[in-house]
C-alpha cells in the first residue's frame, strides 16, 4: 500500500515497429520531498546528464560507466550503486553495447542507441533511478526519450 512520503520506481517501455523502449522514472508521494530524496535524486540526475554529455563515437561502455559512477562515489554513495550505466537496446530491450564497469567492449558508434540509467539504492530507506533512452549520433550524442523527470506526485489531502 502506498502512503504520503513513499519513493516510486517506475521502470516501463513499449514496442513500436519492432523496436524496444526502455524508461525509468522515480517519483516522492507527496508534496515536500525530504532532504534524503532531494540529495540523492540530485546526485543521480547529475551523474546522468554527466554520462549523456560525454556520450560520442569512439568512447567505450567502460568510460561512459566510470564517468557516472565517479559523481556517484564521490558524493559517498558508490557502494549504493550495485548495476551498471545501461545498455543498448532495439529489437531487444537489452543488447549490446554494455555501459559497464565491468565491460570495456566494442566503442560507441554513430546509430547506436543506448541508456543511461544511474541509481542509488539504500537499505531500510529505497532507491532512486532516471533512465532515458540516448542515441549516438556522429558528433555526440542526442537523449530520444521525451518523458519530464518531474519527481513529485502532489497529494492533496
Known sequence: ?????DTIIVDM??????YCSDLTRTFFL???????????YNIVLD?????IKNIKP???????DKIARDII???GYGKAFGHSLGHGLGLEVHENP????L????PLGSGMVVTVEPGIYLPDWGGIRIEDLVLVTSDGSNRISQCPKQPIISINH
Do not use: M
Open 1 to 5: 500500500q502506498l502512503r504520503l512520503g
Open 13 to 18: 517501455g513499449a514496442k513500436l515497429n519492432g
Open 30 to 40: 507527496g508534496n515536500e520531498p525530504n532532504s534524503t530524496f532531494l540529495e540523492i
Open 47 to 51: 551523474a546522468q546528464e554527466a554520462a
Open 58 to 64: 569512439g568512447k567505450t561502455g567502460k568510460e561512459i
Open 73 to 75: 562515489d564521490s558524493a
Open 98 to 101: 554494455r555501459l559497464s564497469q
Open 103 to 106: 565491460f570495456d567492449g566494442n
